[in-house]
Each structure stands twice: as C-alpha cells, then as structure tokens.
C-alpha cells in the first residue's frame, strides 16, 4: 500500500508543484515496518521497505499500524484526521531534522493523505 | 453577476492602547445588542464575515469585529521593528475592555475563538459585570505545546506556509472549501511571528485551569460552543471547562473544528441563534 504513494503523489501536478524545491528522503515507520521515502523535486521517486541496515534520512515519522490505519481510512475520525492531531495525541513521534517536514508540512500532509482509502491515483 | 455591497463597514480607529497610540482597523455591521466578536490566534476579524452578512443577526445585533494590534489591517504600535510580539493575559484583557470603551460599547455580549475563547474565560472571572453574556467558541482553559513553536518564525521556514499548514487539520474535514481556504488565506497572510506571540498567551501565559472553577455564571452567563475535530481545544477540553463552572453550557458542534464562525458559517449560525436567542430572552432577568 505505501508503494502507492508513488504513483498517487507524481499525478498530482499540484502538489508536485509545490513541492517543487523539496528534494530529500524520509523515513515512514509504520509499526515494526519502516519505509524510506526518496523526493526530487516534488516527485516521490522511489519508496523501499525496511528493513535497513544503515538507514540515512532526513527526519522520521513513526506511529504504531493501528494508528496509520485511522489516518488513512476515508472518512478519519477527529484525532486521527490530520498529522498534527496525531503528534498532538502523541502517538506520532516526528524526529530528525524537522525544518525539513515543517518547511514543507502542507506537502508532506497531503502527499501522506493520498494513501486514504478511495483516494484515486 | 452584478456589483453588490456587503452591509460591513470597515473603519480605522486611532486610539490609545496599553499606554501608546494604536491604529485599529474596526469593522461593523447592523444595530441593536451589541455583540463584539474576538479572532483566533494569527487571524483578523474577516473570520466574522458571515455572521456580519447574516440578516437575521444584523437585524438584532451590532456585530463588531476589531483586528487586534499587528493583525490583519490593524497596525503593530510604533518602534515594533525592535520588539518581540508576545500576548499576554493582561494585556489582552486591558485591551478588550479599553477598546470596548473607546467604542462606548455598554455591556455587550462578548465572543471570542480560541485565544478569543481562552480569554473571555479570563473576561467573564474577572469582569463579569461588564458584559451581558460570554460566548466561548473553542474555549479550553489551557493547551499544553505539542510541536515547537519556533518553527512558527524563522528565516528557513516560510511563516505564512507553516502557520497555514499547521492550522489546515483543525478546520473540519466536511467543510465547504471555499470558506475553509478562506481561513486559511487569513493564516497565510500573518505578519511574521504574529501567531507565535499570540500562541504566548494560548500555551503559557493564559492558563486559568486554576482560576476556572471560579467563574460565577449568575453574575455573567457563559456558553461555550466547540467543534467535534478542533485537536487544538479539544471537546473534552471544553467540556472540562462546563463541568468545573456552575451554570456554563456547552454544546459540542458536530463537524465542525477549531474556525466555526470562518470555516462553516452556516452549520455554526444554526449552533449560534439558539445562543443569541436566550441571551435575548434572559435579558434583563439580571
């Protein structure tokens, strides 16, 4: 499913402009499953699964399965609708270099949004 | 579609403020009770447009909506260029009560949202008979910080973006998209670090969980009104707030987030005339 965001993010001339000067590489961990995320300039150039042995990265995002779950299901419910409602509620841990994703925070929301359910490529 | 104009008057007023000259930019529109309506943290009074649209208000309300100092097209106070903008409890609430003055508004009903929300708690402990009656929209009596305010104001984080994106989750997810991104424009268009000392008196300075239990609803009635996915106020929050005052009433608004008058006018006026309309109707019984 996280191999998605691939194709659902580059089809979105939008949000590919927007993040039009992002390059970097993140890590998405969801439960024991890590994911490492690559963006050239706004377009999600690849995504390998875990696991690694010497991951490099620029920030993380880490919360458990169940979690990601709820964010990503169609209709989320309050508290599990938006990235920031989850570091709210602690139990999205954000981490690493942090200017990266919160320069960037309306892309990185939406991208991660496009893997909600019935959300077309 | 032909040119028309809103009922809105936008006026500039030039008054003394915290001890300096202030320019405020002052918008109103319709007679009778007034009703004086407080903006969100970062945002400027064009989150009341609605309600100032709304005939039903207009007809029984002067509705009157101020940009606070260093928001929207209200000025910051000369020699700003060397200061840190940072709110304060005492400061908000000699503001509030000095504006309300120069305006001669006598006792009207107050709203506020968010910080607006946090200090008309202040407002209805400490000044209950100032005020006919208080409306709390997302009123919680503290928030404790959940990311670092820092990335709110500095020269490698765009200010405007950040503070848009980090809002985005708070407006409803059902809500119409025009006035969602209306709100956010607002948020786009913060001067730099105007949320983040706004978000001094929010997250450090304005907490009154200590004080709340206080509040004595004969003198000055409350309601509080919060919407279902604001995770900045949460429900639970507000409700906190209903259970530790005597006499508050609180309705929880299904949908809806932390922008209600802004991001749904019209699901959050149909929570807000059943309000105005006991406040009317209890009027004079004090």
């Known amino acids: 499913m996280i191999e998605q965001l691939k194709e659902r993010v580059n089809a979105d001339a939008g949000l ?15 439960g024991s499953t890590q994911w490492l995320i690559n963006i050239v300039e ?39 609708h938006d990235l920031m409602a989850l570091i709210k509620r602690r139990v999205l841990k954000a981490e690493g270099n942090l200017q990266v994703f919160m320069a960037n925070l309306r892309y990185f929301k939406e991208s991660l949004a496009k893997l909600r359910a019935g959300v077309a490529a | 579609m032909s040119a028309s104009f809103e009922p809105i008057v936008g006026r500039y007023m030039n008054l003394q403020l915290l001890g300096r000259p202030h320019r405020l930019y002052v918008e109103e529109a319709g007679q009778g009770a007034p009703l004086l309506c407080l903006h969100t943290a970062g945002s400027d009074g064009r989150q009341y447009r609605a309600l100032m649209n709304h005939k039903d208000i207009i007809a029984r309300h002067r509705v ?22 940072q709110l304060t409890s005492q400061q908000y609430t000699t503001m509030i009560l000095e504006i309300m003055q120069a305006l001669e508004l006598d006792k009207p009903i107050v709203m506020g949202c968010s ?15 100032r005020f006919r009656a208080i409306i709390g929209l997302q009123a919680g009596a503290h928030v404790d910080p959940y990311y670092d305010l820092n990335f709110l104001h500095r020269p490698d984080v765009h200010g405007g973006e950040v503070c848009a994106a980090i809002v985005s989750g708070l407006v409803g997810p059902k809500a119409p998209v025009k ?35 206080q509040i004595d609803t004969s003198r000055c009635p409350l309601f509080l009104l919060s919407g279902e996915y ?29 922008f209600p008058m802004s991001e749904d006018p019209q699901a959050f006026i149909g929570y807000l005339l059943p309000v105005l309309e006991e406040i009317s109707r209890t009027a004079g019984k004090g």
């Open chain 2, 64 to 85: 009157i909506a101020f940009d606070m100092p260093w928001h929207g097209k209200s000025s910051p106070p000369a020699g700003w260029h060397d200061e840190e903008y």
């Open chain 2, 179 to 213: 006035e969602r991104w209306e709100t956010l424009w607002h948020y786009m268009q913060g001067g730099p670090g105007v949320f983040k000392g706004d978000l001094h008196f929010y997250k450090i300075d304005g907490d009154i969980r200590e004080r709340v239990a």
């Open chain 1, 42 to 80: 706004g377009q999600v150039s690849s995504v390998t699964q875990g696991p690694f042995v010497m991951p490099s990265w620029s920030f993380a995002l880490r919360a458990p399965q169940e979690e990601w779950a709820r964010f990503w299901q169609a209709d989320p419910q309050p508290g599990s």
């Open chain 2, 230 to 258: 604001d995770y900045s106020c949460t429900p639970e929050e507000t409700m906190a707030v209903a259970a530790s005052v005597k006499g508050a009433q609180a309705t929880i608004m299904k949908g809806l987030g932390h």
């Open chain 1, 16 to 30: 590919v402009r927007r993040g039009r000067f992002l390059s970097t590489n993140f890590l998405l961990e969801v």
């Open chain 2, 115 to 129: 910080i607006g929300g946090r200090i008309v708690l202040h407002l209805v402990l400490e000044h209950p008979e």
